[in-house]
């Protein structure tokens, strides 16, 4: 059964900074895209960043030139680093994954619990 677990979030000031992981644990073959999505409270679920296996990626327009996501394959684990935090970056933190697992033929897509994130003074 493959899981994803997320680490890293918690309390921190405006400006500061926090780095995110999540480790994709279980019955892997193969880990296609991997992403990192967001809720605010009363808000709907919006991408924040995301890489492809080949190292390219993309971010919301809210977090560019702040947030930095990277991978390492190695260890079925993705990272984002979070730099300059502001309010408005409060949220639950989601990772997400195309997984394909041994024995297989497609890739499903997964998501971890969540990971909370507060920015305040």
């Known amino acids: 059964q493959v899981q994803l677990v997320e680490s890293g979030g918690g309390l921190v000031q405006p400006g500061g900074s926090l780095r995110l992981s999540c480790t994709a644990s279980g019955n892997i073959f193969s880990i296609n895209t991997m992403g990192w999505y967001r809720q605010a409270p009363g808000k709907q679920r919006e991408l924040v960043a995301r890489?492809?296996?080949?190292?390219?990626?993309n971010y919301a327009d809210s977090v560019k030139g702040r947030f930095t996501i990277s991978r390492d394959n190695a260890k079925n684990t993705v990272y984002l680093q979070m730099n300059t935090l502001k309010p408005e970056d409060t949220a639950v933190y989601y990772c997400?994954?195309?997984?394909?697992?041994?024995?297989?033929?497609?890739?499903?897509?997964?998501w971890g619990k969540g990971t909370l994130v507060t920015v305040s003074s």
């Open positions: 890489i492809t296996s080949g190292g390219s990626t």
């Open positions: 997400n994954a195309d997984i394909g697992e041994l024995g297989y033929k497609v890739y499903m897509n997964y």
